[in-house]
T-cell receptor
Framework: QKEVEQNSGPLSVPEGAIASLNCTYSDRGSQSFFWYRQYSGKSPELIMFIYSNGDKEDGRFTAQLNKASQYVSLLIRDSQPSDSATYLCAVKGGSQGNLIFGKGTKLSVKP | GAGVSQSPRYKVAKRGQDVALRCDPISGHVSLFWYQQALGQGPEFLTYFQNEAQLDKSGLPSDRFFAERPEGSVSTLKIQRTQQEDSAVYLC???????????FGPGTRLTVT
């Protein structure tokens, strides 16, 4: 069974700090990796995707991928209260279209 | 352009009733996915269409669940003889193709009483 694991949190950080969210996956054949943000009562929205080992930066967000360790992370710099949400890690296999999601990590940014 | 739309947004069904949930994907999106999200959990994959072909239905929890996309655009997820454990948010998503970004609709919250 292909699995994606995340710490459910809640993760609490002060405003302006760096929030670090982590995810591990079981399927070594996974090809692409996604981070979605989900506000309470809303649907998931894509923040970032990453395909290659290393870091990918987009504004305050940095995704990091280590395929050897089967580990992907999301860093949020200068965290804002509006970043408070559940962050979902998702993985897609090479020949599959569907995403496999983790249970999500709830982030709370305190003013 | 318009995003993925779903209807109804909320549905209350008595146990044993049949329900039908509709999804309108983004125009031109070939791939369509259905997910089930229980409270406090991540979305769980149910089924996947490429155009009108249902390529993967491995996530459907029982034979009470049935999905179709007869003309390769709008899709309907039908649940027969609903049970309390079917209570969840049902999310529809679409993408241009296998490799495209997946966009989610607002979901249908189903409550079975």
């Amino acid at each position: 069974q292909k699995e994606v694991e995340q710490n459910s949190g809640p993760l609490s950080v002060p405003e302006g700090a760096i929030a670090s969210l982590n995810c591990t996956y079981s399927d070594r054949g996974s090809q692409s990796f996604f981070w979605y943000r989900q506000y309470s009562g809303k649907s998931p929205e894509l923040i970032m995707f990453i395909y290659s080992n290393g870091d990918k930066e987009d504004g305050r967000f940095t995704a990091q991928l280590n395929k050897a360790s089967q580990y992907v992370s999301l860093l949020i710099r200068d965290s804002q209260p509006s970043d408070s949400a559940t962050y979902l890690c998702a993985v897609k296999g090479g020949s599959q279209g569907n995403l496999i999601f983790g249970k999500g990590t709830k982030l709370s940014v305190k003013p | 352009g318009a995003g993925v739309s779903q209807s109804p947004r909320y549905k209350v069904a008595k146990r044993g009733q049949d329900v039908a949930l509709r999804c309108d994907p983004i125009s031109g999106h070939v791939s369509l996915f259905w997910y089930q999200q229980a409270l406090g959990q991540g979305p769980e994959f149910l089924t996947y269409f490429q155009n009108e072909a249902q390529l993967d239905k491995s996530g459907l929890p029982s034979d009470r669940f049935f999905a179709e996309r007869p003309e390769g655009s709008v899709s309907t997820l039908k649940i027969q003889r609903t049970q309390q454990e079917d209570s969840a948010v049902y999310l529809c998503a679409s993408s241009v193709g296998l490799a495209g970004d997946v966009s989610f609709g607002p979901g249908t919250r189903l409550t079975v009483t």
